[in-house]
């Protein structure tokens, strides 16, 4: 028997159109050069994740390209943000440099009044996951270790490490998903995820399992689909439709799972929630 379906939460979401996307360099596993993007495809992909996001009753805010900063249609990566406050990216490869002062610039003139420029190398929600009582953070890859530390000091709360260890999920963001990000009132709801063991290290599996006991795991083929690189507004999974052995999973936790053709933005290493920054305010 399936449990009652459960109940979405309105959220603000930022996005960047792929105006200038293209794959003209190399900095994941994924990209590669000798197959260019269809750039017209690529935009309507991306145009029909954010009005699937406004359909379902969320926010909806656009973050305006740049042309020499290909990249930033993966807005997720731009800044991590928690009870309003805003902790900027420092980017690891000289290509997207460029893109943390475009997103800073951005969150203070759209009413950000506390917006942090990071002294430690993090790829914002790349490797930032947020729950009601942690932070979960990636490294091994992109973030550095330092970084995990900086984040507990500015949002004050825990920040759990976890080391990626395949290069094929360099970003937390594509080895796990949180699902519902649980209560922080005690005997609340706890957070639920779903992840794909073989990103992690030995040690960060054991502590995932710890933690989530009751986490849904992904097999090897969906990770590879990115459906792990997906958004939950707690009831709705917005994911890649190829990752097909993770909906009927979610539809038995009472999750509704939404299939989304994101194939030419996957060309630049990222999917679903890759493009999606989430704008949590309080």
């Not at 979405?8 to 996307?21: E, G, I, K, N, V």
């Not at 710890?210 to 992904?218: C, D, G, K, M, N």
């Not at 038995?252 to 939404?258: A, F, H, K, S, T």
Request: net charge negative; proline share 8%.
């Amino acid at each position: 028997m399936r449990i009652p379906r459960r109940s979405a939460t309105p959220r603000r979401y930022l996005m960047c159109p792929p105006t200038h996307f293209r794959v003209s360099y190399s900095i994941n596993p994924w990209m590669n050069p000798d197959k260019p993007v269809d750039p017209a495809l690529a935009y309507a992909q991306w145009e029909n994740l954010r009005d699937r996001y406004r359909a379902l009753g969320h926010r909806v805010e656009e973050l305006t390209p740049v042309p020499d900063l290909p990249d930033m249609v993966f807005a997720a990566n731009g800044a991590t943000v928690v009870d309003g406050r805003v902790l900027g990216a420092r980017f690891a490869f000289a290509e997207r440099h460029g893109e943390a002062a475009v997103h800073a610039r951005w969150y203070r003139d759209h009413g950000f009044t506390d917006v942090r420029v990071p002294q430690h190398v993090n790829e914002g929600e790349g490797d930032f996951a947020v729950t009601a009582s942690w932070v979960l953070a990636g490294r091994g890859f992109r973030s550095s270790p330092l970084s995990h530390a900086e984040a507990q000091e500015y949002f004050a709360r825990p920040v759990i490490g976890l080391d990626l260890v395949d290069p094929r999920y360099y970003h937390l963001d594509t080895a796990l998903c949180v699902l519902d990000g649980g209560s922080r009132e005690p005997g609340g709801p706890a957070a639920e995820i779903m992840y794909y063991p073989g990103a992690f290290s030995a040690g960060s599996r054991a502590v995932l399992a710890r933690l989530f006991p009751q986490a849904l795991i992904a097999d090897a083929a969906d990770a590879a689909a990115f459906g792990l690189n997906a958004v939950s507004d707690g009831r709705h999974v917005l994911l890649p439709q190829a990752a097909v052995g993770l909906f009927e999973p979610l539809r038995e936790r009472g999750y509704e799972p939404v299939g989304m053709d994101v194939a030419e933005l996957m060309k630049g290493g990222g999917s679903v929630k890759c493009v999606t920054g989430e704008l949590r305010v309080g």
